[in-house]
């Protein structure tokens, strides 16, 4: 297994970034008419018709929304300069002046540029169930960026320090506010903050480079990172799509008995899967990923850590959640953890996969080559879940300017605790591991 891991750490490609066209694939096209011919199917289409009609997602930004709402991107865009800096202050009370003083920024921005009474006008009309006023992209675009506001907001410097971490609640401007409850309830989460999806799937634009920056004016290093920080994610999605419809296939093909395409389909979803994790271990590397500046200038922001609500994390990718769904990888979030940050759309999706449990389906059944071909995959993710904890550990760095903090555990902790960023992740994901070793 050692010179496994090697070899697949090893292997370090440049991806190009291309430029992603506005034309469906031919994928799209079959996954979409598929849509109706079973109901795994169906909800697979679905993911892709909520998600921009595309897979990865393809939200859509200022261009395609209404101009009363284009006002938050010239807000953002005007403070992301003022968020990083270069030496982060261990003074508590310097940190505070500077927080306080990017928030009354914000604030003043804020008022100067957003029509309330138009906002809200034009946020009533859109979500009206008969408006195309704002198509589906366009919301996932204004997702991000309100998250991405409200992120700036909560932490008001980069890195983050201990003083906003300190913060148990906060009291956000009205022009934040007001629209978030829209987004929710078009999106379908419930989280006050961000998530992968709006702050990684739905931060590329069509050319796949960021759209709502925090690394601006830092340097070439700082952005790479920034950019694989997000396009690792949804790169893995391309590679992934076809996999997600073999396994709908095999699904029902199980449902109907028809073995033999059940195993043939679970066949190719496991060559597959061999693609997309190929793609994540020669991409998760020190030049995409600087490790030592992955944590400042990439992972606090994405915490949130207010009245006890968990940030962004990597957990809240739709691979492995897929891939922990199909295969009964259990425990599952409960519905209410899984709503704060994944969109209905995809909740469904993997909702739709535990309900079946193919597994224990296929222990009932008792077909011995289904099975091989389901543990087949149980073996890759465990290995893939392995080798993430081995590479990640590159990127748990310490800064004295914060409090220990998972973004998506949300685990601050005192400093008279004496444990490290390391140890809590490592401990963190060991528990992961065992799930999977144990299943
Ligand atoms: C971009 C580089 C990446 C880095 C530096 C990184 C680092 C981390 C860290 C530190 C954690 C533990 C903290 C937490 O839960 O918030 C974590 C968790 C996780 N990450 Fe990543 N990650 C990266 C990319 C990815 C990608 C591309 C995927 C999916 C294909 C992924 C999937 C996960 C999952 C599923 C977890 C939860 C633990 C588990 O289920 O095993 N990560 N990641």
């Keep these: 297994m050692a010179s496994l891991l090697s070899w697949i750490f090893s292997r370090a490609s440049a991806t190009s970034l291309a430029v992603h066209d506005n034309e469906p694939s031919i994928l799209y096209n079959q996954i979409i008419r598929e849509g109706s011919e079973h109901h795994f199917a169906g909800r697979l289409a679905e993911l892709l018709t909520n998600s921009g009609n595309a897979w990865p997602p393809k939200a859509t930004h200022a261009e395609t ?26 003074d508590d009370a310097e940190n505070r002046r500077l927080i306080d003083k990017t928030r009354a920024l914000i604030r003043a921005l804020l008022e100067e540029e957003i029509p309330i009474p138009a906002v809200c006008e034009t946020l009533e009309e859109c979500s009206r169930y008969d408006n195309d006023t704002m198509p589906m992209s366009g919301w996932l675009g204004f997702y991000s960026c309100l998250a991405s506001l409200r992120h700036a907001y909560r932490w008001g410097v980069l890195p983050v320090v201990r003083e906003a971490q300190n913060e148990k609640s906060l009291q956000f401007p009205r022009e934040l506010d007001i629209p978030w409850p829209y987004i929710q309830r078009r999106v379908g989460i419930t989280s006050p903050g961000g998530s992968l999806s709006s702050n ?16 601006s004016g830092m340097g070439e290093e700082h952005n790479r990172t920034e950019l694989w920080n997000g396009l690792l ?3 893995v999605e391309d590679k992934a799509l076809p996999m997600y419809r073999h396994i709908s296939q095999a699904a029902h093909f199980l449902e109907i008995e028809d073995y033999p395409s059940t195993i043939s389909t679970l066949e190719i979803a496991n060559e597959e899967l061999k693609v997309a994790f190929k793609h994540f271990y020669d ?3 020190d030049y995409n990923l600087v490790p ?3 944590l400042p200038y990439c992972q606090g922001f994405q915490g949130w850590t207010l009245e006890g609500i968990n940030g962004v994390s990597g957990g809240q990718n739709i691979l492995i959640r897929t891939l922990d769904s199909f295969l009964g990888i259990r425990p599952w979030p409960t519905e209410e953890e899984e709503a704060l940050h994944l969109p209905l759309a995809q909740r469904n999706w993997l909702n739709c996969l535990r309900n079946f449990d193919i597994r224990a389906v296929a222990q009932k ?18 290995l893939w879940r392995m080798g993430h904890m081995r590479r990640m550990q590159r990127y748990q760095v310490h800064r004295p300017e914060r409090n220990k903090m998972t973004a998506g555990k949300s685990l601050v902790q005192d400093d008279s605790v004496q444990t490290s960023d390391e ?17």
């Excluded at 101009?67 to 990083?84: D, E, G, H, M, T």
């Excluded at 990684?200 to 690394?215: G, Q």
């Design 65 to 90: 929304w209404p101009s009363p709402l284009r006002k938050y991107n010239i807000v953002y865009q005007r403070i992301a300069p003022f968020l990083p800096v270069r030496e982060s202050s261990l």
């Design 200 to 215: 990684s799937y739905y931060n590329l634009d069509a050319r796949r480079e960021i759209v709502y920056s925090i690394t």
């Design 233 to 235: 994610f949804v790169e």
């Design 283 to 285: 991409n998760m590397n």
């Design 292 to 294: 030592s500046l992955w």
């Design 365 to 382: 059944k008792g077909n011995e080559e289904v099975i091989k071909q389901l543990d087949h995959m149980v073996t890759q993710l465990r």
């Design 423 to 439: 140890s809590v992740m490592v401990n963190h994901l060991k528990q992961m591991l065992s799930r999977i070793v144990h299943t």
